[in-house]
């Protein structure tokens, strides 16, 4: 059947411009921005965040099934055992590497989690490094299909509670899967979040337009995700150890001749935590960290000495 031609109208969209098709940020290139310097005269950023999570052994899908979820017919307890090991086992041999190349993580944590983990929220607490909220648990998707009201009330109750059980004042957000409805930035916002960490469009902070002011969009890259190489792309742990070096090599190539640039690595204790995995996160830090022009910090202290600098809006 020949193609039809397609009709004047469909490119009749309102928000229709250069760059993208909605108005939450300006459109630019990493390239033609102002140089970032990272305190101690630093180049690259490294933003090491850990997702800690709690997936129900009954998950609804609702709007939408988050990655990572319950696979089997229930009772899936091959895999919400497996996703137990993290917080039982897991992050604690992850914590150890942290401490001995001198890493300092970022924490993305579950309220359901909080709640029931209370050990491990104390001892991520205490160790003082940052903690961002990760909604409920990991079968609350945020997506096209949720009801705001109802969105509204899961973002607002996920931040009262883990900000009630850690005693912090909880500033950025990491979506389950990465997922978002067209409000969520809105709602974010509106709750006090300072940065969200699902749009993965840019190796640098930037700010992103809402309804009650401006988020900024912290990314954390999916392409280094070790459950995206490890699970999703079937590659190597040795594959993914040397694919971040890989990128901390060519980010501090840019950086040496465009200004800072920011490495984000997004891990999982039930992955990497494992015994036959762990040594490869060693070499990944090992190796990152060796090198001298990399300064390691929080989410929100990377966010904070970027924003104090003057900057184009991208």
């Not at 390239?31 to 305190?39: G, L």
């Not at 912090?168 to 916002?189: C, V």
């Amino acid at each position: 059947m020949p193609l039809k031609p397609m009709e004047p109208q469909a490119l009749q969209y309102p928000h229709l411009r250069f760059g993208m098709d909605h108005d939450r940020y300006d459109w630019s290139m990493l390239a033609s921005r102002a140089p970032v310097r990272w305190p101690g005269g630093k180049t690259l950023a490294l933003w090491v965040n850990v997702s800690l999570q709690f997936f129900p052994l009954n998950p609804s899908g609702q709007p939408v099934a988050v990655p990572g979820n319950m696979a089997m017919p229930y009772p899936d307890l091959r895999h919400y055992t497996l996703r137990d090991y993290g917080n039982r086992v897991g992050i604690f041999r992850m914590l150890r590497v942290f401490d001995r190349f001198g890493v300092r993580p970022t924490f993305a944590v579950n309220a359901r989690l909080a709640q029931r983990y209370p050990a491990l929220l104390a001892a991520v607490a205490e160790r003082g490094d940052e903690i961002i909220g990760h909604s409920w648990h990991m079968d609350t998707a945020h997506a096209g299909g949720l009801d705001a009201a109802v969105e509204a009330e899961v973002v607002r109750r996920s931040l009262d509670e883990l900000g009630r059980l850690s005693r912090r004042d909880i500033r950025g957000w990491l979506s389950p899967g990465k997922l978002q409805s067209a409000s969520t930035p809105d709602l974010l916002r509106a709750c006090g979040i300072d940065y969200m960490c699902d749009w993965v469009n840019d190796d640098m902070p930037y700010p992103f337009r809402t309804r009650h002011g401006r988020l900024w969009a912290m990314p954390l890259s999916t392409e280094l995700e070790d459950r995206f190489v490890l699970m999703d792309n079937l590659h190597s742990e040795a594959a993914w150890a040397r694919q971040v070096m890989d990128a901390c090599d060519l980010l501090l190539e840019e950086a040496r001749e465009q200004g800072g640039r920011m490495l984000a690595l997004s891990l999982h204790p039930w992955l990497l935590g494992q015994p036959h995995r762990i040594r490869y996160l060693e070499a990944a830090l090992e190796y990152v960290m060796a090198k001298p022009e990399v300064w390691s910090a929080g989410a929100g202290d990377i966010l904070a000495a970027f924003a104090a600098q003057p900057q184009e809006t991208p």
